[in-house]
């Protein structure tokens, strides 16, 4: 304890005096004094000695201490008593009391004396604490002397103490959340023992806390988000409105750049620090200050810098899911891998961390209060170690929070096609923009409608194989979520599944031709055989009928007008009877359409090969992609005469060697004869190598008269064997063409080489 009180007898002799004088003035009683206590006797409580009077005509009570002598008078209270509050102890106030009552002239005896021993008394401990800033945490440092002890902080001007605590160590820490104005003042401490008997130290020397005048905190952030993968670049954008400021950034509590004054232009500072390339240690905390040359602004919030990609990444779930009615809460759980990390909400398109977290465990729980449209969008989360480096996981997939009282539409669609043929496959896919919700499929029956046909799927896809007659029917899906929100569902749009190969197949063709320059109007003509058809024109690779018609006779018109690029494709058509909807026909042949005012190239090739042999013609073949056309051969040296085809066959006889060159073709639309391919690749047709064909001069074939009699038969042969000869060209020009053609003969000698013509018209 600190103060001990002792009460001491007098000493006899003074008794003696004193009983001597009783016999002619009535000795008055004497008082009795003691020390209001409740031990321990708490140090920051005033001391106060009490002195009382046995005697009712006590007017005044004097308290006095050795060495000291008077320290106050004080009147009797109705209880004949006095007290004299000695403010806190100190160690000033060890010694020895005793008081005196005081009646009517007459003083009494001294009450017996009360020794404040002032033993065991702990030295002063010592109070610090770094200079404080407005609205920052401050932490004051009392060091004691003895380990283990009890620490108390008090304020002057506050009766009770501001704080206390226990501490393993010699020194406590003393925290003030928020700094401010109220908390300034003059602070002092004391140690204590933690356990009877009591001992206090001596109060420490004042500290005055004063919140010294600082510049604002400057504006600081990355201009890209903080959360950010290797090798990223990371710009941190520090600037405040005064001039000429020096700017500094810190890493975790570190200066770590400076920026130069000189950097500063009139009526603002501002200073970016690059980071080229980030690397796994560079995350942390980052702030920034600034100043002049004699203050300094309050450090700027931190940013968080999360380095990701180190630990695997976390699975964000919303509960109770990811659509939200508006005014609602809802609470977004991200489950991580380790635990004790913090972690991190993110929304796409924000570039600050709308959350943070610090988990005790491996997951957190972020809360979206009360929702409105501008909560809905993308959510990820990513967690992060919190020592030196801030080491973060990959970030979570993302998931899409919708706030809303009405789900969205989602869509039904068939793949490949909502058209499919007997015994094959197809999915039908339900699919919304929530995601993380199942989704139901029903299929009507006939007449009536909507007649559930439940069947559910998390992901949405519901694969039908082996298709029949039995598959054929108008689908439509809802999402299925397994929540209980009152959010009204929309039914998707609706699905005719229509199945093929039940009826014989029509025919598709085009007017005024499958080759139409852009802009051009186009009819597709389906002609089937059956009355009461319905038409419906597909088109590959599009998953649903392009056009449904029911014409009154057996052929539907489909009328495309002003066609464009993306018209082109391949096309057919199917058709259905009134008595079964959807139980279609066999396709259609596919028709190919092209819209172009130039159609792609023809290939040309010869038969039986580019080489001349010796009496025979070669057959040059060009072929088009595409039917209905007129093909036009060119013989390079040659302008006229072209020579015409249908079928893209020409027969070329070397006579006169007048077949060999360079041959290219074309070919133009029947229906559109203005339009006119891209020619050909050139073919080069070519005279018989070798010595022998060297030696086969015109000379020399016409001296071999009786051999061209031959000739001549064998050509009336070919002429009726080959009808193909025949060409367009003669049609249209109106006169004969000859072809001439020459072949030497390698088995025989020189002196048989000749030469025929045939004449063909
Ligand atoms: C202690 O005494 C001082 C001066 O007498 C007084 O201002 C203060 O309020 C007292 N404290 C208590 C706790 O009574
Ligand atoms: C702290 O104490 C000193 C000396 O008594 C005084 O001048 C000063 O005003 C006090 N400070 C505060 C903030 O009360
Ligand atoms: C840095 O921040 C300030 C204050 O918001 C802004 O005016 C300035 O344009 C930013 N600089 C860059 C490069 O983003
Ligand atoms: C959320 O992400 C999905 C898929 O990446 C995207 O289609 C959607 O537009 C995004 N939503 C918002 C609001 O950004
Ligand atoms: C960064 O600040 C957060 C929040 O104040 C803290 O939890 C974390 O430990 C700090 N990280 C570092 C590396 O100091
Ligand atoms: C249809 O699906 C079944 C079951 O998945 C499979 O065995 C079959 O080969 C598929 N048929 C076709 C035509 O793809
Ligand atoms: C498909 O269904 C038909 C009748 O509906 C059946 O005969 C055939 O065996 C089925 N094929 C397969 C592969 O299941
Ligand atoms: C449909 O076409 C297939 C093969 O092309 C044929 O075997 C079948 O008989 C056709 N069906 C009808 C109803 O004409
Ligand atoms: C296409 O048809 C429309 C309407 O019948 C007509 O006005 C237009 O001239 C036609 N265009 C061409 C290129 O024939
Ligand atoms: C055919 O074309 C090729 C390449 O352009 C050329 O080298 C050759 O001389 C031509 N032939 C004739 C007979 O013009």
Same mark, same amino acid.
């Given at each position: 304890?600190?103060?001990?009180?002792?009460?001491?007898?007098?000493?006899?002799?003074?008794?003696?005096?004193?009983?001597e004088?009783?016999?002619?003035?009535?000795?008055?009683?004497?008082?009795?004094?003691?020390?209001e206590?409740?031990?321990?006797?708490?140090?920051?409580?005033?001391?106060?000695?009490?002195c009382?009077?046995?005697s009712s005509?006590?007017?005044?009570?004097?308290?006095?201490?050795?060495?000291t002598?008077?320290i106050?008078?004080?009147?009797?209270?109705?209880r004949v008593?006095?007290?004299?509050?000695?403010?806190?102890?100190?160690?000033?106030?060890?010694?020895?009391?005793?008081?005196?009552?005081?009646?009517?002239?007459?003083?009494?005896?001294?009450?017996?004396?009360?020794?404040?021993?002032?033993?065991?008394?702990?030295?002063?401990?010592?109070?610090?604490?770094?200079?404080?800033?407005?609205?920052?945490?401050?932490?004051?440092?009392?060091?004691?002397?003895?380990?283990?002890?009890g620490?108390?902080?008090?304020?002057?001007g506050m009766?009770?103490?501001?704080?206390?605590?226990?501490?393993?160590?010699?020194?406590?820490?003393?925290?003030?959340?928020?700094?401010?104005?109220?908390?300034?003042?003059?602070?002092?401490?004391?140690?204590?023992?933690?356990?009877?008997?009591?001992k +206090?130290? #001596?109060t420490?020397? !004042?500290? &005055? @806390? =004063?919140?010294? %005048?600082? *510049? $604002? /905190?400057?504006?600081?952030?990355?201009?890209?988000?903080?959360?950010?993968?290797?090798g990223?670049r990371?710009?941190?954008?520090?600037?405040?409105?005064?001039?000429?400021?020096?700017?500094?950034?810190?890493?975790?509590?570190?200066?770590?750049?400076?920026?130069?004054?000189?950097?500063a232009?009139?009526?603002?500072?501002?200073?970016?620090?690059?980071?080229?390339?980030?690397?796994?240690?560079?995350?942390?905390?980052?702030?920034?200050r600034?100043?002049?040359?004699?203050? +300094?602004? #309050?450090?700027?919030d !931190?940013? &968080? @810098? =999360?380095?990701? %990609?180190f *630990? $695997? /990444?976390?699975?964000?779930?919303?509960q109770?899911?990811?659509?939200v009615?508006?005014?609602?809460?809802?609470?977004?759980?991200?489950q991580?891998?380790?635990?004790?990390?913090?972690?991190?909400?993110?929304?796409?398109?924000?570039?600050v961390?709308?959350?943070?977290?610090?988990?005790?465990?491996?997951?957190?729980?972020?809360?979206?209060?009360?929702v409105?449209?501008?909560?809905?969008?993308?959510?990820?989360?990513?967690?992060?170690?919190?020592?030196m480096?801030?080491?973060?996981?990959?970030?979570?997939? !993302?998931?899409?929070?919708?706030?809303?009282?009405?789900? $969205? /539409?989602?869509?039904?669609?068939?793949?490949?096609?909502?058209?499919?043929?007997?015994?094959?496959?197809?999915?039908?896919?339900?699919?919304?923009?929530?995601?993380?919700?199942?989704?139901?499929?029903?299929?009507?029956?006939?007449?009536?409608?909507?007649?559930?046909?439940?069947?559910?799927?998390n992901d949405?896809?519901?694969?039908?194989?082996?298709?029949?007659?039995t598959?054929?029917?108008?689908?439509?899906?809802?999402?299925?979520?397994?929540?209980?929100t009152?959010?009204?569902?929309?039914p998707?749009?609706?699905?005719?599944?229509?199945?093929?190969?039940?009826? $014989? /197949?029509p025919?598709?063709?085009?007017?005024?031709?499958?080759?139409?320059?852009?802009?051009?109007?186009?009819?597709?003509?389906?002609?089937?055989?059956?009355?009461?058809?319905?038409?419906?024109l597909?088109?590959?690779?599009?998953?649903e009928?392009?056009?449904?018609?029911?014409?009154?006779?057996?052929?539907?018109d489909?009328?495309?007008?002003?066609?464009?690029?993306?018209?082109?494709?391949?096309y057919?058509?199917?058709?259905?009877?009134?008595?079964?909807?959807?139980?279609?026909?066999?396709?259609?042949?596919?028709?190919?359409?092209?819209?172009?005012?130039?159609?792609?190239?023809?290939?040309l090739?010869?038969?039986p090969?580019?080489?001349?042999?010796?009496?025979?013609?070669?057959t040059?073949?060009?072929?088009?992609?595409?039917?209905?056309?007129?093909?036009?051969?060119?013989?390079?040296?040659?302008?006229?005469?072209?020579?015409?085809?249908?079928?893209?066959?020409?027969?070329?006889?070397?006579?006169?060697?007048?077949?060999?060159?360079?041959?290219?073709?074309?070919?133009?639309?029947?229906?559109?004869?203005?339009i006119?391919?891209?020619?050909?690749?050139?073919?080069?047709?070519?005279?018989?190598?070798?010595?022998?064909?060297?030696?086969?001069?015109?000379?020399?074939?016409?001296?071999?008269?009786?051999?061209?009699?031959?000739?001549?038969?064998?050509?009336?042969?070919?002429?009726?064997?080959?009808?193909r000869?025949?060409?367009?060209?003669?049609?249209?020009?109106?006169?004969?063409?000859?072809?001439?053609?020459?072949?030497?003969n390698?088995?025989?000698?020189?002196?048989?080489?000749?030469?025929?013509?045939s004449?063909?018209s």
């Amino acid at each position: 304890m600190f103060f001990i009180v002792t009460a001491l007898l007098c000493c006899g002799l003074c008794n003696g005096v004193l009983t001597e004088e009783t016999e002619i003035i009535m000795p008055t009683p004497k008082p009795e004094l003691w020390a209001e206590t409740n031990f321990p006797l708490a140090p920051w409580k005033n001391l106060t000695l009490w002195c009382r009077s046995p005697s009712s005509s006590t007017k005044e009570f004097v308290l006095l201490k050795d060495g000291t002598g008077w320290i106050a008078t004080r009147p009797a209270s109705v209880r004949v008593r006095a007290a004299f509050p000695l403010g806190a102890l100190t160690q000033s106030h060890i010694g020895s009391y005793h008081c005196h009552s005081w009646e009517e002239m007459a003083v009494s005896e001294p009450s017996e004396a009360l020794e404040l021993v002032g033993r065991d008394i702990l030295p002063k401990p010592v109070l610090s604490a770094s200079p404080p800033v407005r609205g920052q945490k401050l932490q004051i440092r009392c060091k004691g002397w003895l380990a283990g002890m009890g620490f108390t902080l008090y304020k002057e001007g506050m009766q009770e103490p501001v704080q206390q605590l226990g501490a393993v160590g010699r020194e406590a820490f003393f925290t003030i959340q928020r700094m401010e104005h109220k908390d300034e003042g003059n602070y002092s401490c004391r140690t204590h023992t933690k356990r009877h008997p009591f001992k +206090w130290s #001596e109060t420490s020397e !004042p500290l &005055e @806390l =004063v919140i010294k %005048e600082m *510049y $604002p /905190k400057p504006f600081f952030k990355t201009q890209a988000s903080p959360v950010i993968s290797p090798g990223a670049r990371v710009t941190f954008n520090c600037s405040t409105p005064h001039q000429y400021m020096s700017l500094i950034l810190y890493k975790d509590g570190s200066e770590i750049a400076s920026s130069d004054r000189s950097w500063a232009s009139p009526g603002a500072s501002a200073a970016h620090f690059l980071i080229t390339s980030v690397g796994i240690g560079d995350g942390g905390n980052y702030s920034c200050r600034y100043h002049d040359f004699a203050i +300094w602004s #309050e450090p700027s919030d !931190p940013v &968080e @810098l =999360v380095v990701t %990609e180190f *630990y $695997p /990444k976390p699975t964000l779930l919303a509960q109770p899911g990811p659509v939200v009615l508006p005014g609602k809460n809802v609470k977004l759980h991200c489950q991580g891998a380790f635990q004790g990390m913090r972690f991190a909400l993110l929304q796409e398109g924000t570039q600050v961390p709308l959350q943070f977290q610090s988990a005790s465990g491996n997951s957190a729980d972020f809360l979206l209060h009360t929702v409105g449209a501008q909560d809905s969008g993308n959510y990820s989360c990513v967690y992060y170690e919190t020592t030196m480096s801030n080491r973060g996981s990959y970030l979570s997939k !993302p998931i899409m929070i919708w706030v809303t009282d009405t789900f $969205p /539409k989602p869509w039904l669609f068939a793949e490949p096609s909502s058209v499919v043929h007997m015994g094959k496959n197809v999915t039908l896919w339900c699919q919304g923009p929530v995601h993380g919700v199942g989704y139901i499929l029903h299929k009507e029956r006939e007449a009536t409608s909507m007649q559930l046909w439940g069947s559910t799927s998390n992901d949405g896809a519901f694969p039908i194989t082996n298709i029949s007659r039995t598959s054929i029917g108008r689908y439509s899906c809802c999402y299925h979520p397994d929540w209980t929100t009152p959010i009204k569902l929309q039914p998707s749009n609706t699905l005719e599944l229509m199945v093929t190969g039940l009826l $014989p /197949k029509p025919s598709l063709s085009a007017q005024p031709g499958p080759i139409v320059a852009p802009g051009e109007n186009m009819t597709l003509q389906c002609q089937g055989e059956q009355p009461d058809s319905t038409f419906v024109l597909l088109k590959e690779g599009t998953q649903e009928p392009l056009e449904q018609q029911r014409p009154s006779g057996y052929r539907a018109d489909f009328w495309m007008p002003a066609v464009r690029g993306e018209d082109s494709g391949i096309y057919s058509c199917v058709y259905y009877l009134d008595s079964a909807p959807f139980a279609a026909s066999n396709h259609s042949d596919s028709l190919e359409i092209w819209v172009t005012d130039k159609p792609p190239k023809p290939f040309l090739s010869a038969w039986p090969s580019t080489m001349f042999k010796l009496e025979k013609d070669i057959t040059l073949q060009c072929r088009g992609p595409l039917p209905g056309v007129e093909f036009v051969l060119e013989h390079d040296g040659e302008e006229s005469p072209q020579q015409f085809s249908e079928n893209g066959d020409f027969v070329i006889s070397n006579r006169e060697g007048k077949g060999i060159g360079n041959y290219s073709c074309s070919y133009r639309l029947q229906g559109n004869p203005d339009i006119w391919s891209e020619p050909s690749d050139s073919l080069e047709l070519m005279g018989a190598a070798g010595p022998a064909a060297q030696e086969c001069t015109v000379g020399n074939i016409v001296r071999s008269g009786l051999i061209v009699v031959v000739v001549v038969a064998l050509g009336v042969v070919l002429a009726i064997e080959w009808p193909r000869l025949r060409t367009r060209g003669s049609e249209t020009d109106g006169r004969g063409q000859t072809i001439a053609l020459e072949e030497c003969n390698q088995e025989e000698d020189s002196d048989s080489c000749t030469s025929s013509q045939s004449s063909i018209s």
